[in-house]
């Protein structure tokens, strides 16, 4: 059960990473600046996945130091801000958009 788990968050690790930089790179060559506001937040939630994700390999590599658990705490909290911050850009962004369409 752990190594399927560990596999598992190896996969999820490797989605949100290509995820992250897909969406980076159509950010960045989006025209308008909502597209890039609605890219800039997707981008932002593989971001905090990805740092979730990297916590929890972590917790799982390396047990009991005080230094380890230190970097997954901080790890845990940015990738839960970047989640955080990329749902609620993602969802001004979206009522932007479909403010100005209607």
Known sequence: MVIFLRYLLFALL??????????????RRAKGARERGIYGAVMNIFMGIMLVVLALIAMFMFRGSTVAVIIEAVFMVLGAFNIFAGIRNRSYFGRMKSNDAG
Request: glycine share 8%.
């Open 14 to 27: 490797v989605v949100s990473c290509i995820g992250a930089a897909l969406y980076s790179s159509r950010s």
